[in-house]
C-alpha cells in the first residue's frame, strides 16, 4: 500500500494542505479540488474535528481520494489519524516518535526538516519523504536545489510559498511533489460563493506538473 501512495503522490504532484475553518467549508474545498483534478488531501490537525473530517472523506470518497493527515506532532495523533483513513502523515517538524508510529503501520510518513542536518536526520530516522518547510522563507526553489546537491537521493516536498508562479520553478529544482496551501485552498472563494475559482487553480497546477514532467521525460 505504501507503495501505491507513492505513486500516487508523485503522479498528481500536488498535495494541497486543507486548514478549513468547519468541516462543512472543508468539504466544499475538496469537492471544487477534485473537480478540478486533485487525488490528494492533506487535512490538518488545525482544523475543527479533523479525525471525524478524515473518516467522512473517507467514506464519502474512497479510493478517489488519496486521504493525509498535517500538523501532526505526537505518535497518538498519527495513530488516530491513519485509523480514521489516514494514508500518509505529514508534519511541520521533526518528531522522529511520529515517524516511528507511521511506519508500524505501513503508511508514508512525511515529516517536516529545513536545515541540511534535519533533512537528513530526518531521512535516517525512517521518513518517506521529508516537507521542506517553510521553504521560501530559505530561497525557495534555489534552496531546493541547494539541498539536492550533497543528498540527490532524498525525496523533497516543498511546502510554504508554493504558487502558481513558483510551481515550475520548484518541480524543475527536483521537487517529488509540491505541499500547496492557501493559493489552492482558497476558503474564501467557498465563503464568496465561487468554489469553480478552486477548480480553475487547480487544473491550472496540474497542468504545470504534467508540462514539466513531460519536458523530464522527452529532455
Known sequence: MKETTRHIIEASGLIP??????????????????????????????????????????????????LGSGTVTTPEEAAATIAAGA??????????????????????????????????????????????????????????????????HLMLIPTGGVTLQTAESFLKAGARALGVGSDLVNLQAIDNGTPEAITHIARAYL?????????????
Open 87 to 152: 494514508e500518509f502523515v505529514v508534519s511541520p517538524s521533526l518528531h522522529p516518535d511520529v515517524i516511528e508510529v507511521t511506519r508500524e503501520h505501513g503508511k508514508v510518513s512525511i515529516p517536516g526538516a529545513l536545515t541540511p542536518t534535519e533533512v537528513i536526520t530526518a531521512w535516517r530516522a525512517g521518513a518517506d519523504y521529508v516537507k521542506i518547510f517553510p521553504c521560501s522563507a530559505m530561497g525557495g526553489a534555489s534552496y531546493l536545489k541547494s539541498l539536492l546537491a550533497p543528498f540527490p
Open 17 to 66: 494542505v486543507l486548514r478549513a475553518k468547519s468541516a462543512s467549508q472543508a468539504h466544499a474545498v475538496v469537492r471544487a479540488m477534485m473537480e478540478g483534478g486533485v487525488k490528494v488531501v492533506e487535512v490538518t490537525m488545525t482544523v475543527p474535528g479533523a479525525i471525524d473530517l478524515l473518516r467522512d472523506l473517507k467514506h464519502e470518497y474512497g479510493s478517489d481520494l488519496l
Open 207 to 219: 497542468e504545470i506538473f504534467q508540462r514539466v514532467r513531460a519536458e523530464d521525460l522527452s529532455g
